[in-house]
């Protein structure tokens, strides 16, 4: 599909979805087996190999300093009893494809956007729906089904939409001065540029 710059889109930024996958799986199970509900959860990741980064990590972890992109050594010194999961890319992508299946259902242009994210065409579902806020909240019933960790944004372009989303923001809109201040607020080291043209750009006051 051709991203146009006249169309208002959507991001959907999904950075957990692996997590969020097996701790309902383990929340499952526990109910079948009629367990006691754990009161706090142990600290998790998941961990990629060959990288030797945390990609995902849920709230425990986050608490108690464990950060993306951190190596397992220094993660397990920071807790000993740590859970760790292997990064599994097919898993991530079965899961986006589910729910971009599932959101066809309400809506007509959705681009897959591996590992973690979706596109939707917002601009021409307007008048289908009457305006934004009433075909956002149809949106969000379809994605309330999973328990999946959500951030988003609108923008009129899809590369902004996309930096916004991953500042782990929930902002819906097309008012193109709010859009506009929110990108401001942005960090160019959450785009797809690479560092070291982001350390060049920096030197030079851009940030």
Request: proline letters at 2%; glycine letters at 2%.
């Amino acid at each position: 599909m051709q991203f146009d710059t006249s169309s208002l889109w959507i991001y959907l930024y999904l950075p957990n979805l692996q997590l969020n996958i097996q701790q309902t799986h383990a929340e499952a199970l526990r109910v079948a087996d009629k367990q006691t509900v754990i009161e706090e959860p142990p600290a998790q990741i998941v961990y990629h190999p060959k990288l030797n980064q945390v990609l995902q990590l849920n709230k425990q972890a986050q608490k108690l300093g464990i950060k993306k992109g951190m190596g397992l050594a220094s993660a397990s010194i920071i807790c000993s009893h740590l859970v760790v999961s292997e990064y599994k890319e097919t898993i991530a992508l079965q899961a986006l494809q589910e729910l971009a299946n599932q959101l066809y259902l309400v809506t007509s242009d959705i681009v897959i956007d591996e590992p973690s994210g979706l596109f939707l065409r917002a601009q021409n579902m307007l008048r289908l729906y009457g305006n934004l806020n009433q075909y956002w909240q149809v949106i969000q019933e379809v994605i309330s089904q999973q328990a999946y960790d959500l951030y988003y944004a609108s923008a009129y372009s899809v590369n902004v939409a996309k930096l916004i989303a991953k500042h782990e923001q929930t902002f819906i809109s097309d008012n193109k001065e709010l859009i506009q201040q929110k990108l401001q607020k942005c960090s160019l080291a959450f785009t797809d540029i690479d560092k070291k043209d982001i350390e060049k750009l920096q030197r030079i006051g851009i940030k």
